[in-house]
Every structure is written in structure tokens, then in C-alpha cells.
């Protein structure tokens, strides 16, 4: 009998379905190593639910010490721009997904495709169709009946060979033949019914130029690719479940495979639905050309080129994509958890500096004309390791407006007359009076300053209840801060009863007369901060320079959102 005593218990890792799949399939021979892909097509940039999709993909590879490709799926011209195929390579290598150099196009095999297509008219299990596209769909049947068949379903061999090589030649206009496979259509799965797997489109392609004026459907060029590749597992979102059927006919059919379960394998997974975004190409290609965003990198978009510009880091986005974990069923997640994950990331590896962003100048009448001194002060508390800071203290300050009231309500321990405060990292001090302009506006508040409260403390034991942030007036740098929210109205909802969107009006403040601390000449484009008391900043990816300081708000620094235990 083994001996179990002081051993160690041993830890049970969860499995997900797909892995449990993937082993299976190892174990049982069917594969002995692992491919996966991430399949884009280059016709807008990739969003939150990419993210999900890529890291999976890759994760899968990396796991089983495998490969993973990057693979865009151009096999329509109409919508595809190289500049697409850019921002998605960009995204992917920023999420940290390393395809190496295994960078592959799906016009690339456009060959193969069509030497597939012929041997499928040549074995009688593809035909020329000379109906219309409305056509074919009222000859598809519906959920509850069979469709009817193509009046040219029996066409000759020959015949279906001629035409299509003059549908590749260009004799015949766009939507006046397609080729469709010869499956069912009597089949319950709509996508069975001699689906259409080529095209007339006498289209510039950006990457095969005008070679081509036909071009495969995506159920027909898609398991191709997978096939070419060496793909094992073709891991993929809910919506093909019942496309999976015509993926292993082509397959099999095409002699690419032999049987179902053989490599390439499809399974798939539960898309990821954020609460209250905006994930929709057709929708953000819309708030892009009527330049009600700054394009598609807004930072009010989620998109990944977005979240990016907005501030957030690829390990928050993978710790995202890991809480939301990967399943059957269909669920939303919060964005709360989304913000959560960018909080936790960043709070211990930013700098936590003072910005004041709504200004009000505040004078202390008893600290020495001319005079100032400087104040060594921690950049992280949580972290020591992020070491200190040396900023300038004086007689002339800005502070936060909100940070002061002439009449406060009760509970309000921040600046008023007669009330004692500290100033951050520096002295107590009271107000005595305000100026105002002739409006009756606010311009200046006036202190005096206990010179005996040095960084903060009473030696006599007294306490104060409010600590508020301060710039010195001689050195704080000018800059732009830009506050974010929702670009939709999350208490009317995303869609209005029309199908548009709810816009929420409110969705940037430009803040142009704020302040940052002395110091901060030194920022990059994509550094980021915390800004003590306002939230975690990043100095904007497109607009920032020395001389032009742009910081967007990443996310305030509290939510009420909690993991769930």
C-alpha cells in the first residue's frame, strides 16, 4: 500500500471543455500535437471580444506546446482594407499572442480553393446556379419545410465545369452564376441546403490585386484554410455550431480529411457580451464616419485599439478574458469587472502624482513672500519599491474648486471658512476669506499655515478630517485632461426602439486649464499614473507631447464592483 503520510495534498486544476476535448483527442490518438489560429477578417478593428477569442486561441497553443497563427480571413474585397490588417496585427502582438512568423492570408490558398471547388463539380457534389440570390433563399425552404431544388441541380459535369472556369475568366457579371455544393435540401440544418461556396466579383482585392473575380464563400474557404495550416483544433464562437456540419463535408468531401473527428476539429464556445458597450463593426463604423468619435481608437470605444489608448494594459485585459473563464452558454459580464482588473493592475506600478483639474488659486497670507522649500515625498505608498519625489511647496497654490465651499453642508470636511485642513504631504492650514470677481465668482481663497505641521502632523495632537491635493502655482504644468464615460446611456440602454444608438451626450469632458505637478515633463506617450484623488490617467497615445501634455482618464479609483467569492 503507497504511503501517504506528510505527503502534500494535490492541487485540482480546472479543466474548461475545450481542454478536456484537446486531451481527449491527444490521448486517444487522433491528434499528436496542437494547432490553433485566430481568424480575423480585415474589414474594421478588433473589440473587447477578440481579445477573448485570441488569448484562448493562444493559451490553447502555448499550453500544449503547440502553434498559433495569425490568419486574416480576406476572402471578401468589398469590406477589407489593409489598413485593418495593421491595427488587427498591432492588437494581437500588443495582447502578447506571439504567432511568430506564421502570418498567413486566406488569399493566399485561393488557389487550393479552387482546385477544391473543381474536384467537388468533377466527383457531381458541386453545380453552376444560375439563380438569383433572392432566389436561392426562397428556394432554401424555411425552419419547417425543404427547400426546393435548383432548377440547374443536375446540370452535366462538363457543362459545370465550363462554366466555372468562365465565371474565373470573367464572361459572366457579378450575381449572375455562383457555384453551390450539391449536400441536401431536404436537411433540418438550413446550412446544408446547397450552400453557395463561390461568387462573381470583378473586385480589386488588397492582397491578390484583380487576379481574381471570384472569390469563396466563408463556410467553403474557412475549413480550407484551417486544413492548409495543419490546424488541429479550430476552436470558434456559438454562432457556427450549426455551420460545423458543412465545415466537415467540405472537408471531407474536398479529401482533406477522412472522418469527422479527424484534424482540423471545430469546438465551440460562448461569445463574450460586456454590459452597456458598443461591439458592433456596423454600429462603430458609423460613430467613425460621422465623426461623433475620434476614430476607431477612440477611447470611448472598446475596441482593443481603444482600450488601449484609453489606458489599459494586456495583462489587464488577459485577467479580464481569464475571470470570465470559457463556456457553453451565452452570459454577460459587467464592465465593472473590466475596470476592476485595469485597478488592480495599475495600482501598484504607477506613480501617484497631483493634478488639479478644475483650478482655484489659494494664497497662504503668512507663509514668506518669495520663499519656497521642497518636500521629499513616497511615489507609491503600496509599493516602496517605486522610491520618491521631490515637489515644490510655496505661498501661491491651485487647489481642486470642489475641494472648497463658501456655505458646506454637513459632513463636509474639505475647505470652508474658519476650517482647518491638510494639505497633502505638506502643512495644516485655515481659511480666512475668499476673493470674487464682480460675477460674485470664486478667484482666489486665502489661508494662513501652521509652520509646526510639517508633512502633515500636529505636534500638539490635533486632528483634521479633510487632506487635500495642491500644485504650486510657479511650477504646475499646463495641461489637457480628457474625463471618459459611457458613449452610450446606460440608464435608457444601449438601442433605441429604432435600432439606433442611445448616445450619451455627456461622454467626454475636455478639461483644458487643469494642472500637473512639476516633474512630469519627463512623460511619454502610453505613460500612465495614478492622479492622487481623481483616478488612474494616461498620457494620450495620439495626442500627448511635451509641449501639448493630453492625459484621458483609464477609470476613476473606486467601484462598488466585487468578485464574485
Known amino acids: 500500500m503507497e504511503n501517504t503520510e506528510n505527503k502534500e495534498p494535490r492541487e485540482v486544476v480546472s479543466r474548461n471543455f475545450i481542454q478536456n476535448a484537446i486531451d481527449k483527442d491527444l490521448k486517444e490518438g487522433r491528434m499528436d500535437h496542437v494547432v490553433t489560429r485566430f481568424p480575423p477578417e480585415p474589414n474594421g478593428y478588433l473589440h473587447i471580444g477578440h481579445a477573448k477569442s485570441i488569448l484562448l486561441n493562444y493559451s490553447l497553443a502555448k499550453e500544449y506546446g503547440g502553434l498559433f497563427n495569425l490568419r486574416f480571413d480576406d476572402t471578401n474585397p468589398t469590406k477589407e482594407k489593409t489598413e485593418f490588417v495593421d491595427s488587427i496585427k498591432e492588437d494581437v502582438e500588443w495582447l502578447g499572442a ?33 439563380l438569383t440570390a433572392e432566389e436561392i433563399r426562397e428556394y432554401r425552404g424555411t425552419l419547417t419545410e425543404p427547400g426546393k431544388e435548383d432548377p440547374s441541380r443536375n446540370r452535366s459535369v462538363e457543362k459545370n465545369l ?51 473575380c471570384i472569390y469563396p464563400m466563408y463556410d467553403f474557404a474557412h475549413p480550407i484554410e484551417d486544413a492548409v495550416e495543419g490546424v488541429t483544433h479550430s476552436i470558434c464562437t456559438l454562432e457556427f455550431e450549426d455551420h460545423r456540419p458543412l465545415y ?36 462603430i463604423k458609423k460613430l467613425v464616419e460621422e465623426g461623433i468619435v475620434d476614430g476607431w481608437d477612440d477611447p470611448r470605444l472598446v475596441s482593443i485599439s481603444g482600450l488601449r489608448r484609453r489606458g489599459y494594459t494586456p495583462e489587464s485585459i488577459r485577467k479580464f478574458v481569464e475571470l470570465c473563464g470559457v463556456s457553453k452558454g451565452d ?15 495599475l495600482k501598484l506600478k504607477c506613480k501617484r502624482v497631483m ?28 509599493n516602496p519599491e517605486l522610491g520618491s519625489r521631490t515637489i515644490t511647496f510655496g505661498r501661491d497654490l491651485y487647489i481642486e474648486a470642489e475641494d472648497f465651499m463658501e456655505e458646506p453642508p454637513k459632513k463636509y470636511f474639505r475647505l470652508y471658512p474658519g476650517n482647518e485642513v491638510r494639505l497633502m504631504n505638506a502643512y495644516f492650514v485655515t481659511c480666512t476669506g475668499v476673493d470674487k470677481d464682480e460675477n460674485g465668482n470664486i478667484t482666489c481663497i486665502h489661508c494662513t499655515y501652521d509652520p509646526a505641521t510639517k508633512g502633515g502632523d500636529s505636534p500638539d495632537g490635533r486632528k483634521v478630517k479633510g487632506t487635500i491635493h495642491w500644485l504650486y502655482q510657479g511650477n504646475a504644468i499646463p495641461s489637457e485632461i480628457r474625463l471618459y464615460e459611457n458613449i452610450v446611456n446606460e440608464e435608457l440602454g444601449v438601442y433605441n426602439e429604432d435600432g439606433s444608438l442611445n448616445l450619451n451626450p455627456d461622454s467626454l469632458t475636455v478639461l483644458k486649464g487643469a494642472f500637473t505637478e512639476k516633474g512630469m515633463e519627463e512623460t511619454k506617450a502610453g505613460d500612465s499614473f495614478q492622479f492622487v484623488r481623481q483616478g488612474f490617467f494616461t498620457a494620450d497615445r495620439k495626442d500627448f507631447t511635451p509641449e501639448r501634455p493630453v492625459y484621458n482618464r483609464i477609470v476613476s479609483l473606486k467601484s462598488s464592483f466585487k468578485l464574485p467569492s
Open 248 to 283: 466537415n463535408w467540405v472537408l471531407i468531401h474536398g479529401e482533406w480529411k477522412k472522418e469527422e473527428g479527424d484534424a482540423p476539429r471545430q469546438i465551440e464556445f460562448a461569445k463574450m457580451y460586456l454590459t452597456n458597450v458598443v461591439t458592433g463593426k456596423r454600429y
Open 98 to 130: 506571439d504567432y511568430q512568423d506564421r502570418l498567413y492570408f486566406a488569399s493566399d490558398y485561393f488557389e487550393k480553393m479552387y482546385e477544391t471547388a473543381v474536384l467537388l463539380i468533377k466527383k457531381g457534389e458541386a453545380y453552376v446556379s444560375d
Open 355 to 382: 493634478a488639479v483639474l478644475r483650478p482655484v488659486k489659494l494664497v497662504i497670507d503668512n507663509y514668506p513672500l518669495g520663499q519656497t522649500e521642497e518636500l521629499i515625498v513616497p511615489n507609491n505608498l503600496e
Open 162 to 212: 465550363t462554366l466555372f472556369e468562365e465565371m474565373k475568366d470573367g464572361k459572366w457579371p457579378d450575381g449572375s452564376k455562383v457555384l453551390r455544393a450539391k449536400i441536401d435540401m431536404a436537411s433540418p440544418n438550413i446550412n446544408m441546403r446547397d450552400p453557395v461556396i463561390y461568387r462573381v466579383a470583378h473586385l480589386t482585392h488588397h492582397n491578390t490585386g484583380d487576379k481574381w
Open 331 to 345: 452570459s454577460s459580464v459587467d464592465y465593472a469587472m473590466l475596470e476592476y482588473c485595469i485597478r488592480e493592475d
